[in-house]
């Protein structure tokens, strides 16, 4: 394991608690190491053959692209999080008042978090009452010109902003998102492959139509219908300990436990048998 400057007292006790235990259980301590913080520890591992089978970066994107560009051992990269929900046509308002809320405010810091919500333009009209819990967790929205037209007066003033270029594909980690109007789940599609990391996307429709176009042509690790994106998450895949949640497509994808990362091996009895 290695970690940053930042904390590396905090992970040295951690390692020193957990080699304990596997003193305990007679198993060699060694297994886990803590490297050292520095750069050149970082290159030496990345680096690493014959000792190293797999490097998993967790943290910024800078941090996983970096590791991405440089390392000679396989990596698995835990990307970023630019999480869309899509209010379609036929959407439920009160389902997505409440599902939109908690997939924004539950926790903001996380990879699973909204960052932009998608509306059709035929429920503009809807919009101030879908994202009115958000008003009350102090979200700030940065809306398209439809979207802001259709909250603008009705949603706090000071919460209320208009979109930029830079609003949507950011994965905000803070009370804030964006919303963008489309005329079509074909135009919502669009968006989403265009600034979507691959992480989380969810649907709020009744259409099963639209549904099922939306679960099977999105291409991310999760994709949902009406519920939130906060799912995402080891622990509530049944998965147990979560080491990351991989936004590629060989050989783990969405959250991944102990066995997403254990790997075949062939045992074969034989008796004289040839080919």
């Known amino acids: 394991?290695?970690?940053?400057?930042?904390?590396?007292?905090?992970?040295?006790?951690?390692?020193?608690?957990?080699?304990?235990?596997?003193?305990?259980?007679?198993?060699d301590e060694?297994?886990?190491?803590?490297?050292?913080?520095?750069?050149?520890?970082?290159?030496?591992l990345m680096n690493a053959h014959g000792y190293v089978d797999l490097i998993i970066p967790r943290g910024s994107s800078q941090l996983i692209d970096f590791v991405r560009k440089n390392s000679t051992i396989p990596v698995i990269e835990t990307g970023a999080g630019v999480c869309h929900t899509f209010f379609d046509e036929h959407g439920d308002r009160e389902?997505?008042?409440?599902?939109?809320?908690?997939?924004k405010?539950?926790?903001?810091?996380?990879c699973n978090?909204?960052?932009?919500?998608?509306?059709?333009?035929?429920?503009?009209?809807?919009?101030?009452?879908?994202?009115g819990l958000c008003?009350?967790?102090?979200?700030i929205i940065y809306a398209d010109t439809k979207a802001f037209g259709a909250l603008n007066g009705k949603y706090p003033s000071h919460l209320l902003k208009k979109a930029s270029k830079d609003s949507f594909g950011t994965e905000f980690l803070a009370y804030k998102m964006s919303v963008k109007t489309v005329c079509s789940i074909d135009e919502a599609l669009d968006h989403i492959e265009r600034y979507g990391s691959k992480h989380s996307e969810a649907i709020i429709s009744e259409d099963p139509v639209n549904q099922q176009k939306f679960l099977c042509?999105?291409?991310a690790s999760s994709v949902y219908s009406n519920t939130s994106t906060a799912f995402t998450d080891g622990a509530e895949f049944g998965?147990?300990?979560?080491?990351?949640?991989?936004?590629?497509?060989?050989?783990?994808?969405?959250?991944?436990?102990l066995k997403e990362l254990t790997t075949i091996k062939y045992i074969i009895y034989g008796n004289g048998q040839i080919r």
Not at 31 to 42: D, S
Request: net charge neutral; glycine share 8%.
């Open 1 to 27: 394991m290695k970690g940053g400057s930042d904390a590396i007292d905090s992970n040295t006790v951690i390692v020193e608690i957990i080699r304990s235990v596997l003193r305990n259980h007679n198993i």
């Open 30 to 44: 060694h297994v886990l190491t803590l490297l050292p913080a520095g750069r050149e520890e970082a290159a030496q």
């Open 95 to 103: 389902k997505g008042r409440i599902i939109i809320h908690n997939a």
């Open 105 to 110: 405010t539950r926790r903001v810091s996380v």
């Open 113 to 131: 978090a909204l960052d932009c919500l998608i509306i059709h333009e035929q429920r503009l009209a809807d919009l101030d009452y879908i994202v």
């Open 135 to 139: 008003a009350g967790s102090d979200v």
């Open 217 to 219: 042509l999105v291409d």
């Open 239 to 257: 998965l147990g300990a979560e080491i990351g949640i991989s936004t590629q497509k060989l050989h783990a994808r969405g959250p991944m436990g």
